[in-house]
């Protein structure tokens, strides 16, 4: 038996969703004393590495290796309480470069919001974007949604299920395959066809 302790059930992003939601986000209004590109930065690396809010909020800018295109958690900040270092997209890396450019190295990496206004933002680049927040099936698109995608991603790219358990760090494969992996739109289709 899988346990776990959901506020809500959450759905994962389509990769659609995903392009528009950073886009409008990159070109959005300052929220919360994040500009519109430090929310799409924030919410690009969420969904790249899997982050949790909280551990992306203990980031500092030297908490990524941009040359090993890493990036680690203390462990101190991490849920299971281990240093975790995860990798980087290499363009994600090159981008970090400049968007870190005039920051020192013990500076946060971001400047995230409380937890609600953190929510809040998130829900006003989703209504910026057109995503609904609650879907017809009662799942929420909220910050840890990103988790979700992250999974979910992996899992449409052909990752192995013990990679992608790994890099979600995660204890039990259950957890990762039937938690945070869900079908894309289309998946299905592509599958039979």
């Given at each position: 038996?899988?346990r776990e302790d959901r506020r809500h059930p959450r759905r994962s992003f389509e990769l659609d969703e995903a392009r528009r939601l950073l886009?409008?986000?990159?070109?959005?209004?300052?929220?919360?004393?994040?500009?519109?590109?430090?929310?799409?930065?924030?919410?690009?690396?969420?969904?790249?590495?899997?982050?949790?809010?909280?551990?992306?909020?203990?980031?500092?800018?030297?908490?990524?290796?941009?040359?090993?295109?890493?990036?680690?958690?203390?462990?101190?900040?991490?849920?299971?309480?281990?240093?975790?270092?995860?990798?980087?997209?290499?363009?994600?890396?090159?981008?970090?470069?400049?968007?870190?450019?005039?920051?020192?190295?013990?500076?946060?990496?971001?400047?995230?919001?409380?937890?609600?206004?953190?929510?809040?933002?998130?829900?006003?680049?989703?209504?910026?974007?057109?995503?609904?927040?609650?879907?017809?099936?009662?799942?929420?698109?909220?910050?840890?949604?990103?988790?979700?995608?992250?999974?979910?991603?992996?899992?449409?790219?052909?990752?192995?299920?013990?990679?992608?358990?790994?890099?979600?760090?995660?204890?039990?494969?259950?957890?990762?395959?039937?938690?945070?992996?869900?079908?894309?739109?289309?998946?299905?289709?592509?599958?039979?066809?």
């Amino acid at each position: 038996e899988i346990r776990e302790d959901r506020r809500h059930p959450r759905r994962s992003f389509e990769l659609d969703e995903a392009r528009r939601l950073l886009s409008v986000a990159q070109a959005g209004p300052t929220r919360y004393r994040m500009a519109g590109h430090e929310r799409a930065m924030l919410y690009r690396i969420a969904i790249e590495t899997g982050l949790r809010a909280g551990e992306l909020r203990s980031l500092r800018v030297s908490s990524f290796d941009l040359d090993n295109c890493t990036v680690t958690v203390e462990a101190r900040h991490s849920k299971r309480r281990r240093l975790d270092t995860l990798p980087l997209r290499p363009e994600t890396a090159a981008d970090l470069r400049t968007f870190f450019a005039a920051k020192l190295p013990t500076t946060p990496a971001f400047t995230m919001p409380s937890r609600s206004r953190l929510a809040n933002m998130v829900k006003a680049d989703l209504v910026d974007t057109g995503i609904d927040y609650v879907d017809e099936a009662g799942r929420y698109a909220d910050f840890h949604s990103f988790r979700h995608t992250t999974g979910s991603f992996l899992a449409a790219s052909g990752a192995h299920p013990k990679v992608i358990q790994a890099i979600m760090r995660h204890s039990r494969i259950e957890l990762t395959m039937n938690i945070y992996t869900h079908t894309l739109h289309g998946q299905q289709a592509e599958a039979v066809a």
